[in-house]
């Protein structure tokens, strides 16, 4: 072999092992990456891949409640899901109106996302006045409650309240879905989710997802543990054999004021479809409270959550960073961070009551349930 060959050979060689290094090193570090992933957090490595061609999405959907005039929120909000998390899935939005949504609306909101949103309006039949209170009375509470707390004195809220608690599952739109995931106009998401939430509710056999657990307003709930433990002790064969009662119920039967703020939820939607979720529902529309007091859907979903579930099937999205007025929730953990724009320092659920409780809270047995229902009656 001539010397001239032999220096073509060499370059050549040294050419294809700079490619190969180049190549492994690559593949070397996506497999250190995907690794560290998995050992930090085993429940999510599986997802941490975008859909493709070849995945089926569930049966789910994001869905909101907005009215027209909310449009840059609900355009802000839809464009952060999709780029946090959508964009890569491609789930569809439902978005629902008790009026029509104009033209405007729709299309502009439409130039946000490439996914399917669909548009709805509220049957009549779901949004109003509960047939179980009076008009009169209602007026009577509302100048009451007029400055008392936030939104003391809005009929509206009461209507959404109301809507959100036990009608919003039985809207035709979301007939077909297993799951939904509830979006607001204005809210903040701060961190990619690289992984399937609804796949993960459902290979991790879980029915409710949050982010944030604050306290409600005492004044807003003064009668909702008390129509609650009437159903209960009405309606024994409803409740499980185990649940995590005690984290919205202290030992003493003393309402804790603990919710998942609804604002944000993943949920198995049966159940809400179930017949223990619907009974409960009737029995607070019966008792008037949504009008004459202002019970939220956050209080009357965490109860409902924590007496019929067990606390396994609730799951909190701590990789979500999240902010709705009011409260923000940022993850701290190195390995979720680093999906984050958002500053650690906003770190209310790592110091809050209610999600300290829930992390200490075990399940109880129907019996010590039904036990505190009967609580202030002994007392």
């Known amino acids: 072999m001539s010397s001239h060959h032999f220096e073509r050979l060499t ?8 490619l190969a290094f180049f190549y492994y090193g690559l593949h070397y570090i996506k497999t250190q ?8 957090s085993p429940k999510h490595s599986v997802y941490y891949r975008p859909a493709n061609a070849n995945d089926t999405l569930l049966r789910a959907a994001i869905v909101a409640l907005v009215r027209n005039s909310e449009i840059d929120g609900i355009r802000s909000t839809i464009r952060q899901v999709d780029d946090r998390f959508n964009r890569e899935f491609g789930y569809p939005y439902i978005l629902l109106n008790d009026e029509d949504f104009t033209d405007e609306f729709k299309t502009r909101v439409q130039a946000v996302t490439k996914a399917t949103i669909q548009f709805g309006k509220l049957p009549a039949s779901h949004w109003g006045l509960s047939p179980y209170v009076t008009e009169d009375k209602v007026k009577v509470a509302l100048a009451h409650n007029n400055g008392r707390y936030l939104h003391g004195g809005s009929y509206s809220y009461r209507l959404m309240c109301r809507y959100q608690s036990g009608f919003i599952h039985k809207h035709p739109l979301l007939a077909h879905l297993d799951y ?45 543990w008390d129509v609650t433990r009437k159903w209960m002790l009405e309606n024994p064969e409803l409740l499980p054999e185990k649940s995590f009662i005690q984290w919205t ?58 007496m019929l579930l067990r606390k396994e099937q609730v799951h909190w999205f701590e990789d979500i960073g999240y902010h709705h007025p009011g409260y923000t929730h940022c993850p701290n953990k190195p390995e ?21 409780r ?22």
């Not at 979720?336 to 809050?352: A, D, L, P, S, V």
């Open 11 to 18: 370059r050549l060689t040294g050419v294809i092992v700079v």
């Open 33 to 40: 990456s995907l690794s560290y992933s998995s050992a930090v």
């Open 180 to 224: 939904y995931w509830r979006i607001e106009p204005g809210v903040d998401y701060y961190c990619d989710l690289p992984y399937d939430p609804f796949r993960f509710m459902r290979d991790n056999n879980l029915i409710y997802g949050f982010t944030i657990t604050p306290t409600e307003i005492a004044p807003t709930v003064e009668s909702l």
């Open 249 to 306: 119920v202290d030992k003493k039967s003393k309402y804790t004021m603990c919710h998942f703020w609804s604002n944000f939820e993943i949920v198995d939607l049966s159940f809400y479809r179930s017949a223990a979720y619907e009974s409960y529902f009737q029995h607070l529309d019966r008792a008037g409270g949504f009008f004459y007091e202002r019970w939220g859907d956050a209080p009357v979903h965490s109860i409902a959550a924590s």
């Open 336 to 356: 979720m961070q680093r999906n984050c724009i958002c500053r650690t320092g906003k770190e209310f659920m790592y110091t809050g009551k209610c999600s300290r």
């Open 358 to 379: 829930l992390e200490t809270v075990k399940n109880i047995d129907k019996s010590q349930a039904l036990k505190l229902a009967r609580l202030p009656d002994l007392v």
